[in-house]
Every structure is written in structure tokens, then in C-alpha cells.
């Protein structure tokens, strides 16, 4: 059988076997039960996600998996799924994390486990939909699908200003989408499909095609979310649960950079030769402001949160720079950040459970007493700064050479936030590692449980395979980075010229 093709729905099971585990869910009584069930589910999501790695051909840029039927045949919607080199690292990334999730709350979550538990199946549901969609209508309905579960996640189960942190994400993200609905209507309105294959590769004059970026840019800009439009992260990461924290840097940020990537280059190049230049100065500002602000931080969630903006910013760097280097870069930087800070994320979770706070003064000193947790930490520390080995590395260098292709001046200028993503994650290590001289008594504390190991071990894992074996990766990506330049023609060409 060829793998570009198959004959088993892989992608509709993977997106509504977590809406009729919700269902179940639903009907059971007991927290106990609740969890138990939710982590089964998830992890059998999981297992049946793997043959989309080991089946997948890397030697097409074509979309596989491919399943199509007429959904509302009059307005020509289809339920169109499929994914590419890309797609399916991203699609793999959210079942695979999503049981970690589960790892993460179990004592975390003591009220209304079961509806806790619904939102996340549902969540996954829609972040499948949303890297899985071939049709822009089919995407929209997944993309504000995960809205609502992922508000309620910060606003029931979230800290003290949880509704003020749902609130303001749901505002900003629900913003973003009516300008993502208007690009896409527009889009229909010059093809006469709502097929996003069919939207790429069209003569669209330059006008119209910069109005459209537009309305597409300040859309994933905010989802990414980009500087100046990240101020509702903060507040959301802070605020939300440990899993809701993980799902959020782990997944939905890359919703925004996956916009770019299946929209911007392919159906509008002109639009994005004209601001590459812009969007690659903004991200060397977001790079510079994640690492300053991240290093000022005391608390250790906000810390990680800033960070992510930094990190981040590297993805729509590698984008932008419009070179083999710098999408390839990207996309991995997007699977690292979803491991790494996904995994420094249930470490502060742990510390959180144990300490009730987050202040990392008040965190001192923890490595003496739980020297598994500070081995684990340190592990994760080291990838997020990049350390050559760790997973974060390989992605950033290729990212760096990208943007030194594209513009010499603006990867120079960002050289100091990569010394300051080495500051303030050594900064964080040692002091909760090791501390001062006069530490909080931390003599009580317990090490790592099982369940906390296995839930990190994963983790732990892809940060070693992926830094020191990125070949496959690379690998299943390549082929369609290459159609990706090639649909995006002039901005390749054209960018470097108009970039000191």
C-alpha cells in the first residue's frame, strides 16, 4: 500500500474518538473513575495517532490521509482532511501531549474532575480538526471549537483572576477569528471554493492580496501570539491550571505559526514579501522582550509565559526569513517549545502542589530535598536555552542561519536574546535547585511519585531523540518546505533584496 494513501479514516478517528470519550465521560460517576477513563482514552488516542508517523511519506509534499466528502454541498463545504510534513508532526505533538495532561491534574483538579476531564477530550477534538482541515470552513468551525473549552479551563479551574485571564483571552482570540472569517470569505469569493489546496498557487492581485494578509496576520499574530499583541498570555498562563498552561504553550500557540505556514506563503507571497521585512523585526523584538521580561520575573509561571514569547518569536523568525533554513528551524522550534515548555510547565506545577506558591524565592533550595525533580528540571532548563544536544538547539541554529540568509543586521541585533534565554533559565535553575545561604525549610518535601515521573518521562525523552537524532524529523518536513517556497515564488526571491 502506498503511505501517502489509506484505506482506514485515521484523522476522523483521531478527531472524534475524544468527543465520544467525552460522552462516556460524561456518564460516569466517581473521580476516580473519571480520571482513570480519561487517561485510558487519551492514551489510546495516542497508540492509534503512531501510524501516521511510521506510515507517512516523506517523499511527497502531497497531502495524505486524505478523506473528503461533501458536507454542505450548496455552499461547496467539505469535510476535507489531510495532512502534510508539517501537519503531522503538529498532529502527533497534540495526542501524544494530551494524556501527559491528564498525568499532570490528576491531584491537581479536586473539583468538577469530570467536566475538567470534557473539556480536554474536547480540546484535543478541535486541535486535531484544526492542523488535519483542508477546508477553510471545515478549520474555522475546529479553530473556534477549542475557544470555549479552552475558556473555561482558565475561568472554573484557573487562580484568583481567572475570569479577567478567560475573559481577555477569549476576547483577543475571538477578535482574531472574525478577521480570519472575513480572509477567508473574501478568498471564496475569488475561487469559488472554500478548499484551501484549491486557494493556493491563484493569481491574486497585489491588492487584494495584501488586504487579505492582513486580516490573516493580525489573526495568528495574536494567537502566536506576537509582540505587541501577546498581553493576554501572561495573564492566561498565570491564571490557567497546569494542564491548561501545557495545552496553551504546547499547542495552541502553534496554531498561530501553522496560520502563516498554511496561509501566508502559499496564497498570499506577494503580501508577504511586502512585510517580511516587518514581521522579522518584530520577531527580534519579541525574542529581546520575552528574554528581558522573563528574566525580571519572580514568579516562576510568569517566567516561563515570557518566555514562551521569546521562543516564539524564533518560529515567526524562521517563517519569515523564507528559506529552507529558516521553515525548517521553525517548524522544529515549534515542536521543541511544545515539549520543553509543556515540560516546565508540570515542573512549576509540581512545585506549585507541594509549596502553594509560585515565587521562586519561596522555592529555594528544592533540588537538596528532591534531587529527582532538580535532574528533570535541569534536563528542561538546558533545552529551553538551547544547549547543544537538547532538542531546542537544532531548531534555533537552523532558524539563525534562516535569518542570516534573510537579514545579517536583524540576527545580529538578536543575538543578546539568546544570552538572556541562558540567563534566566540558569537563573531559575539555580535557585531552585540550590538557593543561598538561607533558604526556606523545605525539609518536608518529598521527591517525585511514579505518576509524576512517568509523566515527565516522555518529555524527558523527545528532548534527547529529537537534539541528538533530528535526521527523521527533518526528514518528514522537508519535501513539503520546499513546495511550501515554491508556492510562496517571489517572497523567496525577492526578500533578501529588500533586507540589509
Not at 540576527?411 to 543561598?436: D, E, K, N
Amino acid at each position: 500500500m502506498n503511505p501517502a494513501t489509506s484505506d482506514f479514516p485515521f484523522l476522523s478517528v483521531l478527531i472524534f474518538s475524544p468527543l465520544v470519550a467525552a460522552a462516556i465521560a460524561a456518564v460516569l460517576r466517581g473521580e476516580q473513575a473519571q480520571r482513570w477513563w480519561a487517561l485510558i482514552s487519551t492514551t489510546v488516542i495516542a497508540v492509534i495517532s503512531l501510524p501516521l508517523w511510521w506510515r507517512f511519506n516523506p517523499e511527497t509534499a502531497a497531502f495524505q490521509f486524505k478523506e473528503q466528502v461533501a458536507w454542505i454541498p450548496f455552499l461547496k463545504i467539505d469535510y476535507a482532511l489531510g495532512l502534510d510534513g508539517i501537519s503531522v508532526l503538529l498532529v502527533l505533538l497534540t495526542t501524544l501531549i494530551t494524556p501527559l495532561c491528564v498525568l499532570a491534574s490528576w491531584r491537581y483538579i479536586t473539583k468538577r474532575v469530570k467536566e475538567f476531564m470534557i473539556c480536554l477530550l474536547i480540546m484535543e477534538a478541535a486541535m486535531v480538526g484544526v492542523f488535519s482541515a483542508l477546508d477553510a470552513i471545515l478549520f474555522f468551525v475546529f479553530w473556534e471549537a477549542m475557544l470555549i473549552p479552552m475558556a473555561l479551563l482558565i475561568g472554573v479551574w484557573g487562580g484568583p483572576r481567572k475570569i479577567y485571564a478567560s475573559i481577555k483571552f477569549f476576547i483577543y482570540t475571538m477578535a482574531g477569528s472574525v478577521l480570519l472569517l472575513v480572509a477567508l470569505i473574501a478568498l471564496r469569493l475569488q475561487t469559488g471554493s472554500f478548499s484551501i489546496p484549491g486557494m493556493m498557487g491563484q493569481n491574486y492581485s497585489p491588492t487584494f492580496q495584501l488586504w487579505v494578509f492582513g486580516a490573516f496576520f493580525l489573526s495568528f499574530a495574536i494567537k502566536v501570539p506576537m509582540f505587541p499583541f501577546h498581553t493576554w498570555l501572561p495573564a492566561a498562563h498565570v491564571e490557567a491550571p497546569t494542564a491548561g498552561s501545557v495545552i496553551l504553550a504546547s499547542v495552541l500557540l502553534k496554531m498561530g505559526t501553522y496560520g502563516f505556514l498554511r496561509f501566508c506563503l502559499p496564497i498570499t507571497p506577494h503580501a508577504t514579501h511586502v512585510f517580511a521585512p516587518y514581521i522579522l523585526a518584530l520577531s527580534a523584538v519579541a525574542i529581546l522582550y520575552g528574554g528581558f521580561t522573563a528574566l525580571a520575573q519572580a514568579d516562576l509561571k510568569k517566567l516561563v509565559a515570557y518566555s514562551s514569547v521569546g521562543h516564539m518569536g524564533f518560529a515567526t523568525l524562521g517563517i519569515f526569513a523564507l528559506n529552507v533554513n529558516g521553515l525548517e528551524g521553525a517548524t522544529l522550534v515549534m515542536i521543541n517549545h511544545g515539549v520543553t515548555t509543556g515540560a516546565l510547565f508540570i515542573c512549576v506545577g509540581i512545585i506549585y502542589e507541594r509549596l502553594h506558591t509560585r515565587d521562586l524565592s519561596e522555592a529555594a533550595g528544592i533540588g537538596k530535598f528532591m534531587p529527582v525533580f532538580a535532574g528533570f528540571l535541569g534536563v528542561f532548563c538546558l533545552s529551553s536555552l538551547g544547549f547543544p544536544g537538547t532538542n531546542s538547539f537544532i531548531g534555533e541554529f537552523l532558524v539563525l542561519a534562516g535569518s542570516f540568509a534573510a537579514s545579517k543586521t536583524i540576527t545580529i541585533i538578536l543575538v543578546p536574546g539568546v544570552v538572556l534565554a541562558a540567563a534566566y533559565m540558569l537563573r531559575m535553575l539555580q535557585r531552585v535547585a540550590w538557593g543561598g545561604t538561607a533558604n526556606p525549610d523545605h525539609t518536608g518535601l518529598k521527591d517525585l511519585d511514579a505518576r509524576e515521573i512517568i509523566t515527565l518521562t516522555p518529555l524527558l525523552a523527545f528532548v534527547l531523540i529529537i537534539g541528538l537524532h533530528p535526521q527523521p524529523f527533518v526528514h518528514a518536513m522537508h519535501a513539503t518546505v520546499l513546495n511550501l517556497l515554491k508556492q510562496a515564488g517571489p517572497a523567496v526571491t525577492q526578500v533578501a533584496s529588500a533586507l540589509p
